[in-house]
């Protein structure tokens, strides 16, 4: 059985950084692409940044560019969203995902086989 657990939400200033991670069972990262969505309240799922997993490449929503830096452990099973620069438009609940294709889309959520259950991240002075 696969599970995704993400952790490392929260409240945070505006500018301020979080990093979340997402621990994987079930599944392995090597080899797999990962994910990192979010959605906001009222509005649609939307892809923040992904990892491929055939060389690590690392893709990034324009929003986010220059601010958010996904990574992996592999001998963990674990991947990590490190955001910087935070605005109040980053508040949503995270997600991390995860595929059984090589190659990943930063934004094609059908793309992804699993999801974790999600984290909020609130960005408030």
């Known amino acids: 059985q696969v599970q995704l657990v993400e952790s490392g939400g929260g409240l945070v200033q505006p500018g301020g950084s979080l990093r979340l991670s997402c621990a994987a069972s079930g599944f392995t990262l090597e080899h797999n692409s990962m994910g990192w969505f979010r959605q906001a309240p009222g509005k649609e799922r939307e892809g923040v940044s992904c990892i491929s997993g055939v060389d690590d490449s690392t893709y990034y929503a324009d929003a986010v560019k220059g601010r958010f830096a996904i990574s992996k452990d592999n001998g963990k099973n674990t991947i990590y969203l490190q955001m910087n620069s935070l605005k109040p438009e980053d508040t949503a609940v995270y997600y991390c995902?995860?595929?059984?294709?090589?190659?990943?889309?930063?934004?094609?959520?059908?793309?992804?086989?699993?999801w974790g259950q999600g984290t909020q991240d609130t960005v408030a002075s």
């Open positions: 995902a995860a595929s059984l294709l090589p190659v990943c889309g930063v934004n094609t959520a059908t793309a992804y086989h699993y």
